[in-house]
């Protein structure tokens, strides 16, 4: 084995097998998802292990996972000594687990399917005190350029992209979220979309993927604006929130969502902007064991958009909004979580 392969192994591999490694100046910063994880490797954990309880599922191909530590695995002496068969049986029975940040969650992965890269820091498109900002950007085969947009409730994000390689594509996703709310390769080159809660909105550039395993590179452009009038949420001094979180009032909603077998009920938070059923309303729900969210911006009892790409329709039963998200997901919603009663 060469110098430089050894020192590649050194920086990559995880040097002890009990206890939580922590990240050192020596291990990487960053980790993406290789290409073919399988789908148990894709979900973040609250601990070590493919039993312990999920948190959410990653997407494909997922980058900037930061770097909290790593424990089990093989030794750099094991690496490098013993042969394949012995490697997979040691892996097998002191398998690697990484403890990463992925937007704001924090959760454990398989270590099997990581492998380092480098992640610059997102940026403001926008220059102090202005609403409006264009951005000159390059990417290279897998690098992306990520943007934080900061946004209010009701405010409207314009992005529109021209770039000098027609693989070239953006998404844009909310907040905390690992679902696009558009996603570029898609619905092409220009978005426009109101907010449904406050939050920095992640504007990501990028190759598709056949471009980028070529190493393609793209000369790129984009023109972003904030405009609209925000909706601040009620202070707790105007209506009192629920004791450790950010809702004024939480409530079970009957539901219905994608590959469920029957209809559930919904966890719902309500983040009140007005005293006329104007509210950000966040539902939670499981599927596959996997933690899932859908918010929800109502104006006047009306719902206007979601974080989703799908659209929205509602109708009235009652003191009910029939809420339904593309033709997936059905959830009712009660006038009295909107408005207190």
Not at 126 to 149: N, Q, S
Not at 228 to 245: I, K, N
Not at 304 to 318: F, K, M, S, W
Request: charged share 25%; glycine share 8%; with cysteine.
């Amino acid at each position: 084995m060469s110098i430089r392969s050894v020192t590649v192994l050194a920086a990559t591999l995880v040097l002890v097998a009990t206890g939580e490694a922590r990240a050192t100046a020596d291990g990487p910063d960053h980790y993406r998802l290789r290409d073919g994880a399988p789908a148990p490797s894709l979900i973040l954990r609250a601990q070590p292990g493919f039993n312990a309880a999920p948190i959410t599922q990653l997407p494909v191909g997922a980058r900037c996972l930061r770097s909290l530590g790593c424990r089990g695995g093989l030794t750099l002496d094991e690496a490098t000594t013993l042969s394949e068969t012995e490697k997979h049986d040691r892996a097998q029975a002191n398998p690697r687990w990484c403890r990463v940040e992925h937007q704001g969650r924090v959760g454990w992965l398989d270590g099997t399917w990581l492998t380092e890269e480098s992640c610059p820091a997102a940026r403001d498109p926008f220059p102090p005190g202005r609403d409006t900002g264009e951005i000159r950007g390059h990417l290279r085969g897998r690098a992306d350029a990520d943007y934080r947009v900061p946004l209010l409730a009701g405010q409207r994000l314009r992005v529109r992209m021209t770039a000098s390689n027609p693989q070239t594509y953006f998404n844009v996703l909310p907040p905390g979220s690992d679902e696009a709310r558009f996603v570029g390769s898609q619905s092409g080159d220009s978005f426009d979309g109101v907010a449904p809660t406050d939050g920095a909105y992640l504007v990501r550039v990028y190759l598709m993927r056949p471009a980028a395993r070529r190493n393609e590179q793209s000369d790129f452009r984009l023109a972003v604006t904030r405009t609209g009038q925000p909706l601040p949420p009620l202070s707790a001094a105007e209506d009192a929130l629920v004791p450790g979180t950010p809702y004024h009032a939480v409530a079970e909603v009957p539901c219905t969502v994608a590959f469920a077998p029957s209809p559930l009920t919904c966890q719902a938070g309500v983040i009140r902007r007005g005293h006329d059923r104007t509210a950000t309303v966040e539902i939670r729900w499981e599927q596959n064991t996997v933690a899932r969210m859908r918010r929800v911006l109502f104006v006047h009892g009306t719902p206007i958009v979601a974080d989703g790409t799908d659209p929205i329709h509602a109708d009235r039963h009652e003191d009910w909004t029939i809420l339904r998200i593309g033709d997936q997901e059905r959830f009712e919603i009660p006038d009295a979580l909107l408005d207190g009663g």
